[in-house]
């Protein structure tokens, strides 16, 4: 027989040599799937108390197994634990110790138990945590950006289209967008969570099991909502890690245009923030330099979160049912996603929480590039009532004659503005100013302080 610490002594019978080296590293997840040991000890220990419950195993082998199992896990935390590459993976690992640990009772745990069933019901557990932790991150993040619109509300900014100024907004309005995008990303992962909370436990190896097993009872003890209805989906469906790497790559894509955003705001040209020195680094050469390192980290990891789901969608996409092994690679993509949003959401946090925007450059943007003639389109349709596309003609040409003077809208004189069309008055020059176009746009969701503090509030009571 072969040494225990192989794999071949959990399903070596009809084997007569050892897996050639290469194989045994082609073959091996433990250098990752380690980091499931915690979802992997909870799932047989539910598990073999269902057993017991069951009659299918006594009740002390199950107590040995039950107790073993908690002996192991404390072994892995305290990292005194020696995982082994022959055994695979976390599930061998764990077993073989814990058939050193409490003897031949330990062999009855895999009793109507595969580690297809098992696989899927670790790594499920594993990606609900996440989903868990990604739901409160981005709670803290949305709260972050509601802090920075309540005290920027009144705050004129431009607002752009195609990177060139449109018309002003207010910072309040800005950060408030990025709340509802936030949010829309935190009910992906909620309402994923709901879809993926089924016990694939039990499924066994594709076809469920000849044992009177319970899987009502082992699904409901690892907080699952019910067990899942066909063994074959059940231990072949990686939905639930792909739902979660898309939720992740959408959050992670918004995450970078507002780290784009801060990117740009941060340069010497525009000013519009200041990002504090605690999420900046210097330069080794230009001692001047302040550099928005940590926002184009959060830029870049968009494309490495997004490349694990084309991944995992890529190595899924061909495989027949149930289970195959190609299956086992789909670990590492999530675990590399997860901890980079997780990383990601928490940089974010701190770097939103610690900006300040800066009024003057804001402002003074925000008045640039005639950015109020909308407002004296609306002025003449309202005042004049003027037909909106004639409005559009009449301030176009005073657009071309402020641009030919080199001046603002605002600096055109009456006189000027009424050898364009005669009827202006001298009340045009009341929605010309910033502060007026912002106060103006009151229309639900608009960025008028009002509606903006409107939204600020309704937010505010969401995630108290
Ligand atoms: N390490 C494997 C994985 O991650 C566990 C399942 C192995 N199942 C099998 N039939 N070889 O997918």
């Not at 390192?293 to 084309?310: C, F, H, N, Q, Y």
Request: hydrophobic share 45%; net charge negative.
């Amino acid at each position: 027989m072969s040494d225990k610490k192989s794999a071949n002594a959990m399903w070596g019978g009809r084997f007569s040599a050892g897996p050639d080296a290469i194989m045994e590293a082609i073959n091996a997840s433990i250098g990752y799937d380690q980091k499931m040991a915690r979802q992997d000890i909870e799932g047989s220990r539910a598990h073999a108390a269902m057993l017991a419950a069951r009659g299918i195993i006594n009740d002390s082998d199950a107590t040995a197994i039950r107790e073993g199992l908690l002996t192991v896990l404390s072994e892995i935390e305290a990292g005194n634990f020696a995982f082994s590459t022959a055994l695979e993976d976390i599930h061998m690992n764990v077993e073989a110790r814990l058939t050193e640990i409490v003897g031949p009772a330990a062999g009855r745990l895999h009793t109507a138990r595969s580690r297809n069933d098992q696989v899927a019901t670790d790594f499920k557990l594993w990606v609900r945590g996440q989903m868990d932790a990604a739901i409160e991150g981005l709670s803290a993040l949305m709260a972050a950006f509601v802090a920075q619109a309540e005290a920027g509300a009144d705050m004129v900014m431009p607002g752009f289209t195609h990177l060139q100024v449109a018309q002003p907004v207010t910072w309040g309005h800005h950060m408030m967008a990025y709340v509802e995008m936030f949010a829309r990303d935190r009910s992906r992962f909620i309402d994923a969570r709901k879809r993926m909370n089924e016990s694939p436990l039990g499924a066994a190896a594709l076809a469920g099991t000849s044992f009177p097993i319970d899987r009502d009872m082992t699904a409901q003890a690892l907080g699952f909502d019910r067990p899942s209805a066909n063994s074959l989906d059940a231990v072949s469906d990686r939905d639930f890690a792909l739902e979660f790497l898309t939720s992740c790559s959408i959050c992670a894509t918004h995450i970078s245009r507002i780290a784009e955003e801060l990117v740009i705001w941060s340069s010497a040209q525009f000013r519009f923030v200041t990002i504090s020195d605690r999420f900046s680094t210097g330069s080794s050469i230009m001692p001047q330099k302040k550099n928005p390192d940590a926002a184009e980290l959060l830029r870049s990891k968009a494309g490495r979160i997004t490349g694990s789901l084309v991944a995992l969608l890529t190595i899924m996409k061909g495989l027949p049912l149930a289970y195959s092994k190609d299956m086992q690679e789909d670990k590492e993509q999530v675990f590399d996603a997860a901890d980079s949003l997780m990383l990601s959401l928490a940089a974010l946090t701190g770097m939103v929480a610690d900006m300040r925007p800066n009024p003057e450059p804001l402002r003074l943007a925000a008045a640039s590039g005639f950015s109020t003639a909308t407002d004296l389109a609306d002025w003449l349709v309202r005042a004049l009532n003027m037909p909106f596309r004639d409005a559009h003609h009449v301030t176009g040409a005073l657009v071309k004659m402020a641009e030919d003077q080199g001046c603002d809208l605002h600096q055109l004189s009456l006189e000027q503005m009424q050898s364009v069309e005669a009827q202006i008055t001298d009340a045009v020059y009341e929605v010309l100013g910033v502060e007026n176009s912002v106060a103006s746009r009151v229309s639900y969701g608009g960025t008028a302080p009002a509606q903006v503090r409107a939204q600020i509030k309704r937010w505010k009571e969401a995630l108290a």
